[in-house]
């Protein structure tokens, strides 16, 4: 199984795990579906601008390593894309519903704690609690070749995350990108303070100069 995928490989990839199962009637994804799928701005980290060409390249690589599979319809000119990553007769991966769902919102946004992927993975598979979480993660965790990994704790954080193998890990990256994404919603929050404050204080002035004007009148 391959264990070095990309970062648009595993966009490109958790994004057929999640149509498959939340929009059956329009999977396979044509290049434009799953283009836009990519690209989507919520429920994805990082928020990806792939192009036509990135999409196309990306597919094809998926293809040589046999991860998805290209479809055309009889008379149609247009290709659908699946994938062939676990569970088919030629593949050595097998997944439950648990499993693929979990590994799917991983590969779509990153690390990610237990109480955070039993929230994410509730459209593509229903778990009963955290704690059913974690033992389906500790499972995968133990498998001959492990699939995830549970990172060190954060300093201030009450749960640890989890990675997927399928790609390189650089624990010290993922800290300064997490605490990155952090700073930046605390950035955004202050922002969005200083721009209601900002507002006030205008309207404040609008009074105090129409007061001004009515005086002066």
């Not at 994804?29 to 990135?54: E, H, I, Y």
């Not at 009889?74 to 693929?100: M, Q």
């Amino acid at each position: 199984m391959e264990q070095n995928l990309s970062l648009f490989e595993t966009r490109v990839l958790g994004c057929l795990f999640e149509k498959a199962v939340t929009t059956p009637d329009y999977y396979p994804l044509t290049s434009n579906g799953l283009l836009s799928a990519c690209n989507q701005k919520s429920n994805r980290d990082p928020v990806l601008a792939m192009s036509d060409n990135d999409l196309q390249n990306t597919l094809d690589e998926l293809n040589k390593k046999r991860l998805v599979t290209v479809e055309s319809g009889f008379g149609s000119r247009v290709n659908k894309y699946a994938h062939r990553f676990c569970n088919t007769e030629f593949g050595e991966l097998k997944l439950s519903d648990a499993e693929l769902a979990i590994i799917g919102v991983l590969f779509l946004r990153g690390p990610q704690t237990p109480g955070e992927l039993r929230t994410r993975t509730q459209r593509l598979h229903e778990f009963a609690d955290v704690t059913e979480v974690e033992t389906c993660l500790d499972a995968m965790s133990q498998r001959a070749t492990p699939l995830v990994k549970k990172l060190a704790r954060q300093a201030g954080k009450r749960e640890s995350r989890y990675v997927h193998l399928f790609s390189e890990v650089n624990e010290a990256e993922l800290t300064v990108a997490s605490v990155a994404s952090e700073n930046l919603g605390n950035d955004n929050s202050r922002l969005e303070q200083l721009e209601s404050e900002v507002a006030v204080l205008k309207q404040t002035v609008a009074e105090l100069q129409q007061k001004i004007s009515d005086l002066l009148d």
